[in-house]
């Protein structure tokens, strides 16, 4: 993605507003914790100097990281407004180590900081840097990438490179990886959106272990989710190629599929809560499809939210059970969204 250059010292104060945007879709019986339907809660807007592709929240310390342009807009959860800057570090997104207090904005080079002080520790060369995850137990960040190496892993505590992965497609292949899961048991699941298929890696030995193959029944993966419980993903699929945006749904131990659901959008993006129990997809259309897990043999499409266009990515935060969007849009009178004129950055705070 070209960068277009920032200056951070022109971020104007985060303005807070109130949305009330939603629309609902319900195309299955769903039980007493849907009576409720998703919103948007809150929005708050900042100038957006550059293009933005991921967000990340921090439930822990209560931080959510949006890079924006060359520099890292960083908001407080609980108040929504903005909280720091790290400025001179561009990328996609930031992957978050909430007890070592360290982060890793994904870009070439890739920036190491203390998510205390917003400061730069280091740089770290990372070609063709995209998405990201980070992995608990092995205190790792892993960099995605759509060529070799497909993966490149960062030591969370002093940003040192410890592994490589050359290539995660079928056959060892060079391959588009879009985004991953963790199962926190040493299982990493990546989906590879030129393959149709979702890689399995090693967590400690960076080993390529198997390939669950989405067939017909998704094609280009790009959002991918994980219950760790009962071992189960969620595989949000662009569609394409004639085929319809689609949530596949798949044994995370054998990779056999158990169902599938429609999604409202091209998926760019995934989550899921535990807590809830629902996977979150997120799309550029302006649309959020939320996906009820009953049982781990039965789902359903609970509803569809209305977000706002170009609201591609997602995160979670596990405290509050609310789903950040984020979007960049237009000024009053100014460029169209994603054009070259004034943009604001949109960050949504959408819960029941």
Same mark, same amino acid.
């Given at each position: 993605m070209?960068k !277009?250059?920032?200056?951070?010292?022109?971020?104007?104060?985060?303005?807070?507003?109130?949305s009330?945007?939603?629309? !609902?879709?319900?195309?299955?019986?769903?039980?007493?914790?849907?009576?409720?339907?998703?919103?948007? !809660?809150? *929005?708050t807007?900042?100038?957006?100097?550059?293009r933005? =592709?991921?967000v990340?929240?921090?439930?822990?310390?209560?931080?959510?990281?949006?890079?924006?342009?060359?520099?890292? $807009?960083?908001? =407080? !959860?609980?108040?929504? %407004?903005?909280?720091?800057?790290?400025?001179?570090a $561009?990328?996609?997104?930031?992957a978050?180590?909430?007890e070592?207090h360290?982060?890793?904005?994904s870009?070439?080079?890739?920036?190491?900081f203390?998510?205390?002080?917003?400061e730069?520790?280091k740089?770290?060369?990372?070609?063709?840097?995209?998405?990201y995850?980070?992995?608990?137990?092995?205190?790792?960040?892993?960099i995605? $990438?759509?060529?070799?190496?497909?993966?490149?892993?960062?030591?969370?505590?002093d940003?040192s490179?410890?592994?490589?992965?050359?290539?995660?497609?079928?056959?060892?292949?060079?391959? +588009?990886?879009?985004?991953?899961?963790?199962?926190?048991e040493?299982? /990493?699941?990546?989906?590879?959106?030129?393959?149709?298929?979702?890689?399995?890696v090693?967590a400690?030995?960076?080993?390529v272990?198997?390939?669950f193959d989405?067939?017909?029944k998704?094609?280009?993966?790009?959002?991918? +989710?994980?219950?760790? %419980?009962?071992?189960?993903?969620?595989a949000?699929?662009?569609?394409?190629?004639?085929?319809s945006?689609?949530?596949?749904? /798949?044994?995370?131990?054998?990779?056999?599929?158990?169902?599938?659901l429609?999604?409202?959008?091209?998926?760019?993006?995934?989550?899921?809560?535990?807590?809830?129990?629902?996977?979150?997809?997120?799309?550029?259309?302006g *649309?959020?499809?939320?996906?009820?897990?009953?049982?781990?043999?039965?789902?359903?499409?609970?509803?569809?939210?209305?977000?706002?266009?170009?609201?591609? *990515?997602c995160?979670?935060?596990?405290k509050? =059970?609310?789903?950040?969007?984020?979007?960049?849009?237009a000024?009053?009178?100014?460029?169209?969204q994603?054009?070259?004129?004034?943009q604001?950055?949109?960050?949504?705070?959408?819960?029941?």
């Amino acid at each position: 993605m070209r960068k !277009l250059p920032q200056n951070p010292s022109t971020l104007l104060a985060a303005a807070l507003g109130l949305s009330g945007f939603l629309g !609902l879709a319900q195309i299955a019986p769903a039980d007493d914790i849907a009576a409720k339907p998703y919103k948007i !809660l809150a *929005t708050t807007q900042i100038p957006a100097a550059g293009r933005i =592709d991921y967000v990340t929240a921090d439930s822990v310390n209560r931080r959510v990281y949006v890079a924006c342009g060359n520099a890292v $807009s960083v908001f =407080d !959860l609980d108040t929504y %407004k903005l909280a720091g800057t790290l400025a001179k570090a $561009s990328g996609h997104g930031v992957a978050i180590d909430p007890e070592n207090h360290t982060g890793l904005v994904s870009g070439n080079p890739a920036t190491f900081f203390n998510t205390k002080t917003l400061e730069a520790i280091k740089t770290v060369p990372a070609p063709g840097a995209d998405g990201y995850i980070f992995d608990a137990p092995t205190h790792h960040f892993f960099i995605l $990438s759509h060529r070799a190496p497909n993966l490149l892993v960062v030591d969370s505590m002093d940003g040192s490179i410890v592994g490589k992965v050359e290539a995660i497609g079928p056959n060892g292949a060079n391959a +588009a990886v879009e985004q991953g899961a963790t199962d926190g048991e040493g299982h /990493l699941y990546f989906d590879v959106a030129n393959a149709h298929h979702i890689a399995v890696v090693d967590a400690k030995t960076l080993k390529v272990t198997g390939h669950f193959d989405l067939g017909e029944k998704g094609n280009g993966p790009a959002g991918l +989710a994980i219950d760790p %419980k009962n071992h189960i993903l969620f595989a949000m699929c662009r569609g394409g190629r004639g085929g319809s945006p689609t949530c596949v749904i /798949l044994s995370a131990v054998d990779g056999k599929i158990i169902t599938t659901l429609p999604l409202a959008g091209s998926s760019d993006g995934a989550a899921f809560n535990p807590r809830t129990m629902e996977a979150f997809s997120s799309h550029g259309n302006g *649309t959020l499809s939320v996906i009820k897990e009953n049982s781990p043999t039965e789902f359903v499409l609970e509803e569809t939210v209305k977000t706002k266009a170009g609201g591609k *990515t997602c995160t979670l935060d596990a405290k509050t =059970d609310h789903v950040i969007v984020i979007t960049r849009e237009a000024t009053p009178g100014g460029g169209r969204q994603g054009g070259g004129g004034p943009q604001i950055l949109d960050v949504m705070f959408i819960g029941r």
